[in-house]
């Protein structure tokens, strides 16, 4: 896959008022080279719409798009790749439907992270580091610990989230993350684009880009 740095998740309720294309085009604009639409609310017609919209937009600034869940909405709108968590479809089925496109997963122990390299998976989300209201089911944080021990063993990318600020962001970097994703500190934010660039400068700053 194209490799990212700074990726942007969906989450409607954190910017009441503004369009999610507006919303995510600001955040493309910032410097985030990934997208995706993770919506656990709406309908499967409304999926298709905001899909839609999104590659759109995605395929204008020539970004990655990716579609959490729903399998047949990233293939209705050719979507880059596919996010799924480890209660979704298995990775070796989600294979066989989508062929060379992404697959992200989630994990949250390294033996998670273990079985997605091995499986095939082409990224993981190593989350969530820090307590986050972004997600219904209760996960414990996982802490920067596991950072440190998915960037000493796995050779897929792997993109730290959950909880994730402009405040706390050191302490993931400083652990060995070299991708970073957020929800609410970038789509809730009051200036997406320079939310978004911060983060870019911090990340420059522990890989000297
Ligand atoms: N997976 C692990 S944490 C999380 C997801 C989808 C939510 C991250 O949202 P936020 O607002 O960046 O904490
Ligand atoms: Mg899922």
Request: hydrophobic share 40%.
């Amino acid at each position: 896959m194209r490799d990212f740095r700074l990726y942007a998740i969906t989450g409607e309720e954190f910017h009441p008022g503004k369009e999610l294309v507006t919303v995510m085009e600001e955040a493309i604009l910032g410097g985030a080279d990934i997208i995706q639409l993770r919506d656990k609310n709406s309908s499967k017609r409304e999926l298709l719409r905001k899909a839609r919209a999104l590659r759109e937009l995605t395929r204008k600034h020539q970004v990655t798009f990716i579609v959490n869940d729903h399998i047949d909405i990233a293939l209705a709108v050719d979507a880059d790749g596919i996010h799924l968590g480890q209660d979704d479809l298995p990775l070796q089925e989600a294979r066989k439907l989508v062929g060379n496109k992404i697959i992200g997963i989630s994990t949250h122990v390294i033996g998670e992270a273990r079985r997605a390299e091995a499986e095939g998976a082409d990224y993981i989300g190593v989350g969530p580091v820090f307590p986050t209201k972004s997600k219904a089911d209760v996960v414990d944080p996982v802490t920067t610990a596991y950072v440190r021990e998915a960037a000493a063993e796995i050779r897929i990318p792997f993109v730290a989230i959950g909880g994730i600020k402009l405040h706390n962001v050191d302490e993931v970097l400083a652990a060995g993350a070299s991708r970073i994703c957020a929800i609410s500190e970038i789509v809730g934010s009051a200036d997406i684009r320079g939310t978004c660039r911060k983060f870019l400068e911090k990340m420059n700053e522990y890989q000297g880009g």
